[in-house]
C-alpha cells in the first residue's frame, strides 16, 4: 500500500557523482527517520546515510562521510542522497528505507530502524 521508490541511479566514472531520490507512493505517513542502505554483490546490506526529519539530524557511514549528502523535503515525504566523488568500491544497489518510531541518532545505522522498504536502484561506478 506504501511504497517507497528510489531513482536516480545509473553508471558513472570514478570521481563523478549521482543524486538519488527516494519518494513516497500510495498513503502517505510521517517518518521519525529516512536512511539509505547499499549491497553489492556477495556483500551484506550496509548502512550509508540517514536524515531525522524532527531534529532535521543526518548520520553517515565513515566510508561516505564527507562525499555523500542526504537530504529530505518533509512536505513530500521525500529523501535524497547526493553522491559526490564517487569510487568503484559504492557500486551496489542503493535501497531507501523509512522508520516510524522515534529513535535516537544512534540507532540510524541499525536496519531494524526501518520498517518500509524501497526496491533498490543500481549504481554502478567505473574506473
Known amino acids: 500500500q506504501v511504497q517507497l521508490v528510489e531513482s536516480g541511479g545509473g553508471l558513472v566514472q570514478a570521481g563523478g557523482s549521482l543524486r538519488l531520490s527516494c519518494a513516497a507512493s500510495g498513503r502517505t505517513f510521517s517518518s521519525y527517520v529516512m536512511g539509505w542502505f547499499r549491497q553489492a554483490p556477495g556483500k551484506e546490506r550496509e548502512f550509508v546515510a540517514a536524515?531525522?526529519?524532527?531534529?532535521?539530524?543526518?548520520y553517515y557511514a565513515s566510508s561516505v562521510k564527507g562525499r555523500f549528502t542526504v537530504s529530505g523535503d518533509n512536505a513530500k515525504n521525500t529523501v535524497n542522497l547526493q553522491m559526490n566523488s564517487l569510487k568503484p568500491e559504492d557500486t551496489a544497489v542503493y535501497y531507501c528505507a523509512a522508520g516510524i518510531a522515534p529513535v535516537g541518532r544512534w540507532y540510524y545505522p541499525t536496519p531494524s530502524t526501518y520498517h518500509y522498504w524501497g526496491q533498490g536502484t543500481q549504481v554502478t561506478v567505473s574506473s
Open positions: 536524515i531525522g526529519w524532527g531534529g532535521d539530524s543526518t
